[in-house]
């Protein structure tokens, strides 16, 4: 199979849009793969997005004040310092009165006279003194300053990585059937990592550059209004400049960000799937639809890390323009106006702490896009509605018999189509229900209706006599157990996996579970036993034994309803008979729902409802379908013959 086109590889693994349909908890979405489009283009609300950002930050106000209260203690004395500066370098330069340096005044005699070597000597002590208690001052500041915004960003970042979790928890199963594992991975580690940089850095060098701005430009007009002027007059240049870089940036950086998310989730699914890769000797499409995302990544970030990175040298160079001139002018001034060469060389340096905040804010223009466009996707998880608050006067499922009736349901994934049409059913506590047919028929979506993962479209399902929906969400689920073709398995040791079922469970209850699964015998042969810490999903044990794990999971939930979608399906018969005696034991007395391709699964069932096109078209006993000889019929005797 020839590699996709860059176009569809973005349509599908974009995360700006929805990506490959991916079973959420192992269940089948609906009707294969959904995909959203590929957006491209600037944050859509960037005013919105900062607004939030900052409001997790405002959280923490009583250490900004004390940020922000030592950061303008030290802009002032780096104000401050520079500006005694003038009186160091007249000293030097060959002050002769009071009146040009104050500070002579202090060792001369009260009736004037000249300036002596040692009266100069004495005032550049002490002017070096000052100098140093200033600059001191202003160094503690900016340490403590650091620190207390450090711990304000990392406890704002880890309440955002905390909301964003808490709300993946209460999204519908149907988020995850449409997105997939590595798009949502690059919202916790890219997008998160942006906004923490920013935090951390980006925002106190604002703050910092605004404070150090006021400062000194109040201290520039006391020292020389005419050159003022002429600096001043350099910001129209600064800001067009910045903003026509700043328009270009941001519309890459997002784009960038997409783009990124779309090789992350191509990542996951490779390397989720590199079996199947190798098995149908795919590597080579494999390595060029990487590339094809790789290189459109390369070309983005290029793009965006240009003109992010042009900024810094077009703000440098422009500076010095206006450095350069500011000291001419200067120049002549005191040649000509009796401006002093103090003065000169401390407004010489204010013209550069003035263009400095400006240039150290337009080099971290990079910074603000990156983490504006991660914080929109990341906040685009959090204005994804979830599921359906529980009614007002939902009421516990307390007691649970497991009488389960659905009512002339039927349901679609999407309004346009229909997926179950018309389904009747009675299930008395304790009966086991089979369902058989084709793939697509709706066999699992009947299942995960019983879950509450989606809301019917008409009829009603009833669980003791209570509607499904009457019920609160929680208390349904924990009474239904589920058993899935897909196993999954936590990192952690086999008793913490089984215990997963009920976190309650005592060490008894959980081997007691696993001899009910039959999986206490190979747990044994172990090395550490109950106490064996699985790796990577499980992948030190057979599929088999992984799926042993799973029925001891559910049988140790003691749910009355339980649901087994294909959990032999992807094991050998031999393994199969094993793990279906752990199942016997587990449907004991429990209302049971079993999905089974093979029908020799489901023979002792009190009834096989038999789907077609999200219809049932038949239903009955093994027996009395058989005698049928209808669709049932056709699918046993079919199998038989495969056999």
């Excluded at 990585?161 to 449409?178: A, C, E, I, M, T």
């Excluded at 328009?247 to 191509?266: E, I, M």
């Excluded at 106490?531 to 049988?555: F, K, M, W, Y």
Aim: hydrophobic share 40%; proline share 2%.
């Amino acid at each position: 199979m020839a590699a996709r086109s860059i176009e569809e590889l973005q349509k599908r693994y974009s995360s700006l849009g929805s990506s490959r349909a991916k079973g959420g908890m192992g269940m089948r979405g609906p009707g294969g793969p959904r995909r959203g489009v590929h957006q491209k283009g600037k944050p859509k609300n960037s005013k919105a997005t900062v607004k939030r950002l900052i409001s997790y930050i405002a959280a923490y106000r009583t250490r900004l004040i004390f940020v922000f209260t030592f950061m303008i203690i030290s802009t002032l004395a780096s104000v401050l310092g520079s500006y005694l500066l003038r009186d160091v370098i007249n000293v030097v330069g060959g002050a002769k009165t009071p009146e040009d340096s104050m500070w002579l005044g202090f060792f001369m005699s009260s009736d004037g006279g000249e300036v002596t070597a040692e009266n100069r000597i004495s005032c550049l002590i002490l002017l070096l003194v000052i100098l140093g208690c200033i600059y001191a001052v202003g160094v503690a500041c900016t340490y403590i300053q650091g620190r207390l915004m450090l711990t304000v960003s990392q406890n704002a970042v880890e309440k955002l990585r905390n909301d964003l979790f808490n709300k993946l928890q209460g999204l519908p199963v149907k988020y995850f059937d449409s997105h997939s594992t590595g798009e949502l991975m690059s919202r916790f580690t890219n997008d998160i990592d942006n906004i923490d940089m920013m935090i951390n850095s980006t925002v106190t060098s604002l703050v910092s550059g605004v404070i150090t701005l006021v400062g000194t430009f109040v201290m520039m007009i006391y020292t020389n209004v005419w050159l003022t002027l002429i600096t001043v007059g350099f910001i129209p240049i600064f800001m067009m400049g910045g903003a026509a870089i700043a328009k270009r940036s941001g519309k890459y950086y997002s784009s960038q960000q997409a783009a990124l998310g779309a090789v992350n989730g191509y990542i996951e699914e490779t390397v989720t799937g590199a079996k199947v890769v190798k098995v149908f000797n795919h590597e080579e499409e494999c390595t060029e639809e990487f590339e094809l995302l790789n290189n459109d990544m390369r070309e983005k970030q290029f793009k965006a890390q240009f003109y992010g990175g042009i900024m810094g040298p077009i703000m440098g160079n422009t500076s010095q323009i206006s450095y350069a001139v500011t000291a001419g002018v200067g120049g002549l001034l005191c040649l000509f106006a009796g401006f002093d060469i103090g003065g000169l060389s401390v407004f010489c340096n204010y013209s550069r702490q003035f263009s400095m905040p400006i240039n150290m804010i337009s080099q971290q223009t990079s910074t603000i896009f990156a983490a504006l466009a991660g914080a929109e996707r990341v906040f685009a998880v959090m204005d994804e509605a979830p599921e359906t608050e529980d009614a007002p006067d939902a009421v516990d499922m307390k007691h649970a018999v497991g009488e389960v009736v659905l009512d002339d349901v039927s349901f679609g994934y999407k309004p346009e189509k229909t997926v179950l049409r018309h389904i009747n059913l009675y299930a008395h506590a304790g009966q086991k229900i089979a369902f058989v047919g084709s793939t697509g028929a709706g066999k699992t979506t009947v299942t995960n209706l019983l879950n509450r993962f989606y809301d019917i479209d008409s009829g009603n399902i009833v669980i003791d006599g209570v509607d499904i929906r009457s019920y609160k969400r929680e208390q349904l689920r924990s009474n239904i157990a589920v058993v899935l073709q897909d196993t999954h398995l936590f990192t952690g040791t086999i008793r913490e996996n089984i215990r997963y079922g009920r976190l309650d469970a005592t060490d008894e209850e959980v081997e007691a579970a696993a001899k009910t699964a039959s999986a206490h015998s190979f747990i044994m042969r172990l090395e550490h036993g109950y106490d064996t810490v699985l790796e990577g999903d499980g992948a030190n044990l057979s599929q088999g034994q992984r799926q042993l794990l799973n029925i001891a999971r559910a049988a140790i939930s003691k749910a009355p309803i339980l649901i087994l979608d294909e959990a032999t399906s992807s094991v050998d018969t031999r393994t199969e008979r094993h793990i279906e005696h752990g199942m016997d034991r587990l449907m004991s007395n429990r209302t049971t729902f079993v999905i089974a391709h093979r029908l020799s699964t489901v023979q002792n069932s009190n009834a096989i409802m038999v789907l077609e096109d999200g219809e049932i078209i038949e239903r009955g006993t093994h027996a009395q379908l058989l005698a049928q000889r209808g669709r049932y019929y056709e699918l046993y005797t079919g199998a038989r013959e495969l056999e």
